[in-house]
């Protein structure tokens, strides 16, 4: 089966840049999407296809995805930007195939 | 704005089954295609199936296959969830989420999700 890892936690401080990375077996021939979850909230797309942001999602947010390593970049990152992030990647086998998840929090 | 609204928590026997189910508003129902995923405490994300809400063909993960069946009710604008043989795996918070369309393009991502449904299987 496909797997998608990231590393556990990330952190970052007021007005820096974040990078989330997610790693899967050659990646960057599928699509990664990105999701930011809240505690006790519901999951948000932030980015689909590698790099793309859906309406409302704030320009600080974006993705790269080559060779086997897909990443979520948040820079200037606001206190409001602390969240759990995890990839998500479409396989022909095993279809939906989401990440481990990364803490993201903000100092 | 579409919303997915889910039923409330649940609380089942190991053996049972659960039926939960997604109500839509706020946009033509079978715009999108509706899935299912759910999350474990401590776990991924993990997706199950999902249905055309057009014309209620439907797919699912190799791991729920023979348990889980999703229905719809264009009617009543909300999708269903069964799942039989509930073991304590099965814990989980379970979500209904649309597919992303955007510009006449659909893509292999969820953009508007319910609120999560808890269930808790426990003797």
């Known amino acids: 089966s496909y797997e998608l890892t990231q590393p556990p936690s990330v952190s970052v401080s007021p007005g820096q840049t974040a990078s989330i990375t997610c790693s899967g077996d050659k990646l960057g021939d599928k699509y990664a999407y990105w999701y930011q979850q809240k505690p006790g909230q519901s999951p948000v797309l932030v980015i689909y296809q590698d790099s793309k942001r859906p309406s409302g999602i704030p320009e600080r947010f974006s993705g790269s995805n080559s060779g086997n390593t897909a990443t979520l970049t948040i820079s200037g990152t606001q206190a409001m930007d602390e969240a759990d992030y995890f990839c998500?990647?479409?396989?022909?086998?095993?279809?939906?195939?989401f990440g481990t998840g990364t803490k993201v929090t903000v100092l | 704005q579409v919303q997915l609204v889910q039923s409330g928590a649940e609380v089942k026997k190991p053996g049972a089954s659960m039926n939960l189910s997604c109500k839509a508003s706020?946009?033509?129902?079978?715009?999108?295609?509706i899935h299912w995923l759910r999350q474990a405490p401590g776990q991924r994300l993990e997706w199950m199936g999902w249905i055309n809400t057009a014309n209620a063909n439907t797919k699912y993960s190799q791991k729920f296959h023979g348990r889980v069946t999703i229905t719809r009710d264009t009617s009543a604008t909300t999708a269903y969830m069964d799942l039989s043989s509930l073991r304590s795996e099965d814990t989980a918070v379970y979500y209904c989420?649309?597919?992303?369309?955007?510009?006449?393009?659909?893509?292999?991502?969820?953009?508007?999700w319910g609120q999560g449904t808890m269930v808790a299987v426990s003797s």
């Open positions: 706020g946009d033509t129902f079978t715009y999108s295609s």
């Open positions: 989420a649309r597919q992303y369309c955007s510009g006449g393009s659909c893509y292999n991502a969820f953009d508007i």
């Open positions: 998500q990647a479409w396989d022909s086998s095993a279809l939906y195939v």
